[in-house]
């Protein structure tokens, strides 16, 4: 049985993702990179509560929101 993310971890995957990039784009910094981390926690605390409730392997919904937006790779 497929996973299916929450609309919840998918938002919370692409802030953590847009703050990723842009974190990594300049010079590192405490502060420039806090937001990634701060939306890196958000989402391993979302994708916890979420398994925890579903009964489901918390690797596995971490795993689904992360495809879910995933950039396809052209060929």
């Keep these: 049985m497929a996973i299916e993310p929450t609309d919840e971890l998918i938002e919370l995957q692409r802030a953590a993702n847009r703050a990723r990039e842009k974190a990594l784009a300049g010079v590192y910094s405490r502060e420039a990179w806090r937001p990634w981390l701060e ?37």
């Design 39 to 75: 939306a890196a926690d958000a989402l391993q605390a979302a994708v916890t509560e979420h398994a925890t409730a579903a009964g489901q392997d918390r690797h596995k919904v971490e795993q689904a929101a992360k495809d879910a937006v995933r950039e396809p790779v052209d060929a």
